[in-house]
């Protein structure tokens, strides 16, 4: 296991359309984060899962996207009715908390997928 | 408000020679860390160094430093003899441990290395 990975790297859609991206984190992460990051801006959290839990999800986060993480291994992140405004990279991060563990918890990013609503 | 402030959105630097990137942050809590990433232009976001509230001393990484001034709520990232692989953006973000586990990001510097 050599990182997070991400699929697939780019999406290309009509606006309208429902799209489905994937996230494979470290295998011994139990916390999953989903941030987006528009052109020219800092990434932006979106949600974030500890185990198969999800447990925070922010504003920005709006009734078309829906975040699942069965079994607590790998995350889908779904978008309902694409707005070209949803066009953006979508940053998928891991990182480990143990019940004793320090508050470090260095998260690790994905490559991304770089959604294009047309 | 903003919780990171990058007041720099692009900085040039001579190959070999040591650059500081600013960033500002704004916290009630005690309790926080201070991150720096690098992103190429792949995508990727590459973590540098780390910096805890608590921490009494400047965390160091390498050719990477943090410049904590916790009074001024400050962690400029000290990058010292810069190569052309280090142009790239960077990102200063911000976790506060009493709240929500994410990373608050600024909006980044681009540096680019001048050979």
């Known amino acids: 296991d050599t990182g997070v990975s991400q699929n697939p790297r780019h999406k290309i859609t009509k606006r309208g359309q429902n799209v489905t991206f994937r996230c494979d984190p470290i295998?011994?992460?139990?916390?999953l984060y989903w941030y987006r990051q528009t052109l020219g801006q800092g990434p932006e959290f979106l949600t974030y899962?500890?185990?198969?839990?999800?447990?925070?999800k922010s504003r920005l986060l709006s009734d078309r996207f829906s975040a699942e993480r069965p079994k607590g291994s790998f995350s889908t992140l779904e978008i309902q009715r694409t707005e070209q405004g949803d066009s953006a990279m979508y940053l998928c991060?891991?990182?480990?908390?143990?019940?004793?563990?320090?508050?470090?918890?260095?998260?690790?990013f994905g490559p991304g997928t770089r959604l294009t609503v047309l | 408000a903003q919780k990171i402030t990058q007041t720099q959105p692009g900085m040039f630097v001579q190959e070999k020679e040591a650059v500081t990137l600013d960033c500002t942050y704004d916290?009630?809590?005690?309790?926080?860390?201070l991150f720096w990433y690098k992103q190429p232009s792949s995508g990727e976001m590459i973590f540098l160094i780390y910096?805890?509230?608590?921490?009494?001393q400047n965390a160091t990484e390498g050719r990477y430093s943090l410049n904590f001034q916790k009074a001024r709520k400050s962690a400029n990232l000290v990058i010292s003899a810069s190569q052309l692989g280090d142009s790239a953006m960077y990102f200063c973000?911000?976790?506060?441990?009493?709240?929500?586990?994410?990373?608050?990001f600024g909006t980044g510097t681009r540096l680019t290395v001048i050979p």
């Open positions: 916290t009630s809590d005690q309790s926080y860390g």
């Open positions: 295998s011994e992460h139990n916390r």
């Open positions: 991060a891991s990182s480990f908390r143990s019940s004793g563990g320090t508050r470090y918890n260095e998260q690790f």
């Open positions: 910096q805890g509230s608590y921490d009494e």
């Open positions: 899962f500890q185990n198969e839990a999800q447990l925070e």
């Open positions: 973000a911000m976790r506060e441990f009493t709240g929500a586990n994410n990373l608050f």
